[in-house]
């Protein structure tokens, strides 16, 4: 028989809510874990998301041994700018049990509807600022960084528990990046031709990170406002990406594209650190292992593009193509950066789709969101 518990707050619950995933996917060889140190401070009130959202952690067990898990959780931010009453569920896993999935979902939509919500979306854990979605196509491959790898059966769970598919996201793939594409080229000429001195694009300044990335969430939270799921990023997550940054960013792949002056676009990829940690075993780090980890952030070989966006007010100018133009021109002057990962792509977002195809990348993920509406 299976229970379910609400383990909020316990020491020895949230132990089982965080060891769990390391055992479902121990033998998972593309499956890259998360360092746990990591797990715990992101779990914890340091978290700026814990700031201004309400968060319920539940496991599911068989006698005492854990078999699944979830979280609930409302963000207020996200509520008040939709003016919405939406629930969310998150980190998601469970073994191949049907009754593990159904107890442990029975439990989140009755947190989330006794707290007021009339829906619940997921998985987002815990927002669309951080990894989201359940994978259904491209197991064969490892995650990259900040983008999940679920059980191919999750899906299957969610279609007989009544919800239904919200939203299907792409990640797209470039392989051996060893010129620039023709397009892009053509493209920047056109660009440079039409605005001249207007048009500037440079990299993020790791001197004055903490500006620049201020600079670039400005531009973020303008250009994505409109779009599915958007959650504007407040000051206190800023800084924390910034933090982020500083250990794993490279400014030669990070850029900001000016008009006249004036903070217009962004692009920002950062290396895929998943290729040093996938081989970290079970997400513990022993003191050899940090100065490993150290030297193998330094030889990353593919990079993934988190962030593009260009203000309403300039994105006729061709702007989106320009940064990825320079992105390119990074690339195949590096020593190490072969690969191109641009996730996530909503995969009705025809006008991103249409700028991958023309960059001859490969839609080699997809990922699911589900959503179920909750009786009053």
């Not at 070989?301 to 309403?312: A, D, F, H, N, Q």
Request: aromatic content about 12%; overall charge positive; hydrophobic content about 40%.
């Amino acid at each position: 028989m299976i229970t379910v518990r609400e383990v909020t707050g316990s020491r020895k619950g949230m132990k089982d809510f965080i060891n769990f995933q390391y055992r479902l996917y121990k033998n998972e060889q593309n499956w890259c874990p998360p360092l746990r140190i990591e797990r715990k401070r992101f779990f914890s009130p340091k978290n700026p998301y814990m700031h201004h959202s309400r968060v319920a952690y539940f496991v599911a067990y068989a006698g005492e041994r854990p078999v699944g898990r979830v979280t609930a959780q409302i963000d207020g931010i996200y509520n008040r700018y939709h003016k919405s009453r939406q629930g969310f569920f998150g980190f998601f896993e469970s073994i191949r049990e049907r009754e593990a999935a159904e107890k442990l979902m029975e439990r989140a939509e009755a947190w989330v509807k006794s707290n007021g919500m009339n829906s619940i979306t997921g998985p987002l854990n815990f927002s669309t600022n951080h990894e989201i979605g359940f994978l259904t196509r491209g197991f064969e491959r490892p995650n990259v960084t900040l983008m999940p790898y679920t059980k191919a059966y999750y899906p299957e769970f969610f279609h007989g528990l009544g919800y239904r598919e919200e939203k299907r996201l792409l990640a797209y793939w470039m392989t051996g990046v060893r010129e620039i594409p023709k397009i892009l080229i053509r493209h920047a000429r056109e660009v440079e031709r039409r605005m001249g001195t207007s048009v500037r694009v440079r990299n993020l300044n790791m001197r004055k990170l903490g500006r620049d990335v201020r600079i670039a969430f400005d531009i973020y939270n303008e250009a994505w406002s409109r779009n599915w799921g958007f959650v504007p990023v407040r000051d206190e997550e800023v800084s924390e990406f910034a933090l982020g940054l500083r250990l794993i960013g490279n400014s030669r792949i990070m850029f900001i594209a000016h008009m006249d002056g004036e903070p217009a676009g962004i692009l920002i990829a950062i290396p895929d650190i998943n290729e040093t940690l996938i081989k970290v075993a079970g997400g513990r780090l022993s003191p050899q292992g940090v100065f490993r980890l150290l030297a193998g952030m330094k030889r990353e070989k593919t990079v993934r593009v988190i962030i593009i966006g260009v203000k309403s007010g300039y994105r006729r100018l061709g702007l989106g193509l320009y940064l990825y133009y320079h992105l390119f021109r990074a690339l195949v002057t590096s020593t190490s950066f072969e690969n191109v990962e641009t996730s996530w792509v909503l995969e009705d977002n025809s006008g991103m789709s249409r700028i991958q195809q023309l960059l001859g990348a490969d839609p080699y993920k997809k990922y699911v969101i589900f959503r179920k509406d909750l009786e009053a």
